[in-house]
């Protein structure tokens, strides 16, 4: 469904002026900030008057849609949805969503974390209550400054038909796409990042190529490789590590607790190095592996077709791509045995992308504010610990970033789930005009 449609514009375009904040990015993120104002509202409390639109790249909302395949799950508690941390009393939750959709008792015998579709119907079913000030297709091109005698005034938000003027923003735009570069010159149909993963597929049609090469070790490579080795029976698949292949993710309770919001405030107070060791050492929880039951699926296909004498998945360890040539029949791509050297050329059709996202240390939309943005000595944004971003030179204005501050606030406060309620709360409640601003 075009949610453009379902709102007049013009009501929108009228007073394009008078937003006290525009949040850019109605993922999961932006919606958990309307929660917040959508359940001050209901119990009269701060920030309820804040008048606040969002801006939304997609016509609707779907949560990951490129990888949202049959068979995977989410890897965080249904108590670590869009309210509940924050407010489990909200009509938001998780358990009302499934109340709603007459769910809950069976959703209580199925024994296993909810379904990456179910997750993002309830994101959809709460992001259809919220949206009365959200802008569907409307992505936000740039963020200029309003300059008065050097001094920053104000923020012009311009998509590309209007131009909102505000004083504040959020910055709810996600991470982006981690393309390594020697495989920039040959992005399209054929050599793509998982974020475009089911698109392509289906470019293909019935016809999927036959040899693959994908590249990486987390979830979204082993969740790729699946997907395609169930889509053709006789494919040949290169699945490139540079580890000795997938590993498990790091399950432990206690390295875990990194997701807690005291973590947060531990990590906060650290100077950059001590993050940036920090950063390493947790990614283990997140990014860096793969879980148990995928790890088992991967391995039996392997060891099954030893059995039938044949190959189709070939787990390449200790490798890192060094070349890559287009050929007359595809891609010439040269691996390098990390720890000898030895190289080996391999040819295939199709080369995806299992790299990951990163957070830039100045998010692209930023970019001409940077006379006015206070940066640490790595050049990254100085964020606060309520998530505002520190500028000099100001008059009044504020720019918050709401899932963009992995190096200050650490891996919980990124990719996942696991404080966006809170986060959300923080920011809301010290945006200007709430009743509790700080
Ligand atoms: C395949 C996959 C599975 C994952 N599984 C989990 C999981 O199980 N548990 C977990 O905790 N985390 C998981 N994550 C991490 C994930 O980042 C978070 O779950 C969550 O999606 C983050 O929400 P977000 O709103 O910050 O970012 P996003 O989900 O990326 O949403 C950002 C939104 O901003 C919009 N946008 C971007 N730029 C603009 C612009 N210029 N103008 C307007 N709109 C814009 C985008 O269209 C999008 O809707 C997963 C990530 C992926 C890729």
Redesign the pocket.
């Known amino acids: 469904m075009d949610h453009t449609y379902l709102h007049d514009r013009d009501s929108f375009c009228d007073n394009k002026s008078n937003y006290d904040v525009v949040n850019?990015?109605?993922?999961?993120?932006?919606i958990a900030l309307a929660c917040v104002q959508e359940d001050a509202k209901e119990n009269n409390s701060s920030p309820q008057d804040i008048k606040m639109l969002h801006?939304?790249?997609?016509d609707d909302t779907v949560?990951?849609g490129e990888?949202l395949l049959s068979g995977t799950d989410?890897?965080?508690s249904v108590f670590?949805d869009l309210v509940t941390p924050r407010n489990p009393r909200s009509r938001f939750s998780f358990a009302m969503y499934l109340k709603d959709k007459n769910r809950m008792f069976d959703f209580g015998l199925l024994s296993r974390p909810a379904s990456?579709h179910e997750?993002s119907d309830y994101i959809r079913w709460v992001s259809s209550q919220v949206d009365k000030n959200t802008l569907f297709s409307?992505?936000?091109?740039e963020i200029l400054p309003v300059v008065e005698g050097g001094e920053l005034h104000g923020l012009k938000v311009v998509t590309e038909h209007d131009t909102y003027l505000t004083k504040n923003i959020v910055l709810?735009?996600?991470?982006q796409p981690h393309i390594p570069d020697k495989f920039l010159p040959y992005l399209g149909e054929r050599v793509f990042h998982t974020?475009h993963f089911l698109s392509c597929l289906k470019r293909f049609g019935e016809a999927l190529p036959a040899r693959w090469l994908v590249l990486g070790s987390g979830?979204?490579a082993s969740e790729s490789v699946i997907e395609l080795l169930k889509r053709r029976e006789d494919i040949t698949l290169h699945s490139v590590h540079r580890s000795p292949g997938f590993r498990l993710t790091q399950l432990g309770h206690f390295p875990n607790r990194v997701f807690s919001p005291e973590h947060v405030d531990y990590f906060h107070q650290l100077d950059n190095v001590s993050r940036r060791k920090f950063l390493e050492w947790s990614n283990a929880t997140n990014y860096a592996g793969i879980d148990p039951d995928e790890s088992q699926t991967l391995f039996s296909f392997v060891y099954e077709d030893r059995i039938c004498g044949r190959e189709r998945l070939l787990i390449r360890p200790y490798s890192e791509v060094v070349d890559v040539r287009q050929s007359d029949n595809g891609y010439k791509i040269t691996l390098a045995d990390i720890f000898s050297g030895k190289e080996e050329i391999i040819e295939v059709d199709v080369i995806v992308l299992a790299t990951g996202?990163q957070q830039a240390r100045i998010p692209a939309?930023l970019t001409q504010l940077q006379p006015w943005l206070a940066q640490d000595q790595d050049g990254g944004l100085l964020i606060e610990r309520n998530y505002r971003v520190a500028l000099r030179e100001t008059k009044g204005v504020n720019i918050y970033v709401?899932?963009l501050s992995e190096r200050s606030h650490g891996i919980s406060d990124s990719?996942?789930?696991?404080l966006?309620a809170l986060r959300a709360e923080k920011i809301m409640k010290s945006l200007p005009g709430s009743r509790e601003e700080n």
């Open positions: 850019v990015g109605f993922g999961p993120a932006g801006l939304e790249k997609s949560w990951h990888l989410i890897n965080h670590r990456r997750w409307t992505p936000a091109k709810s735009s996600g991470s974020s979830q979204s996202y939309l709401n899932g990719q996942s789930f696991s966006m």
